[in-house]
């Protein structure tokens, strides 16, 4: 059972666009939920987090937007740089540990 | 801090013989968690500890996977025999107990069976 589903699975952006991946997740009892970032050949790094009992959380150009009725939540890499090009996991966890997304290799071009 | 860290980073291995990996936890963590990452499947949870106790192997894959913490520091993750199958990336992560969610990981440890 795929508990977080993730779309779309690779993405291309022009540098200065706005990059958005989208998360929905099964588990009502996940109370935590992060965006992990992963560059070639490095372990994911966690990137940014949401709890549930708010809509939106911005860390400099992203922002994680949950919406709780609709068990989804996604995430906004606005001024996108060649520099943002790597995998990004969605995930969630409750008391359990994080199960994740598959992943969007995103590609931030010139 | 050194951060979690994997020994080897890539692994050859031949059908048959046993691998073994290697994670050192952050100091002071008391929560450590094996992954898997394939193309196919993603990043799977393997199995988890919490002070030093298997909490959950239900990600397993079979018998010949075990994994052991010999001490609050230090974590094993065993096959044996290895399979072609077996191939993929694996990571290990700690946390602290109180704050289970916030994993960090390492590097990974690149496993190729021939």
């Known amino acids: 059972q795929q508990q977080v589903k993730q779309s779309p699975q690779s993405l291309i952006v022009q540098k200065g666009g706005i990059s958005i991946i989208n998360c929905a997740y099964e588990n009502t009892a996940f109370d935590y939920f992060p965006w992990y970032q992963q560059f070639p050949g490095k372990g994911p790094a966690l990137l940014i987090a949401i709890r549930p009992d708010v809509s939106e959380k911005k860390e400099g150009r992203f922002t994680i937007s949950f919406n709780k009725s609709a068990k989804q939540f996604s995430l906004h890499i606005m001024d996108s740089q060649p520099g943002d090009s790597a995998t990004y996991f969605c995930a969630g966890a409750g008391n359990t540990p994080l199960v994740f997304g598959k992943g969007t290799r995103l590609s931030v071009i010139a | 801090d050194a951060g979690v860290i994997q020994s080897p980073r890539h692994e050859v291995t031949e059908m048959g013989q046993e691998v073994t990996l290697r994670c050192k936890l952050i100091s002071g963590h008391n929560s450590l968690f094996w992954y898997r990452q394939t193309m196919m499947r993603g990043l799977e949870l393997l199995i988890y500890?919490?002070?030093?106790?298997?909490?959950?192997d239900s990600g397993m894959p079979e018998d010949r996977f075990s994994a052991k913490m010999p001490n609050a520091s230090f974590s094993t993750l065993k096959i044996q025999p290895s399979e072609p199958r077996d191939s993929a990336v694996y990571f290990c992560?700690?946390?602290?107990?109180?704050?289970?969610?916030?994993?960090?990981f390492g590097q990974g440890t690149r496993l190729t069976v021939v």
């Open positions: 500890f919490n002070n030093n106790v298997p909490i959950d």
């Open positions: 992560a700690s946390s602290f107990l109180s704050r289970a969610s916030e994993a960090f």
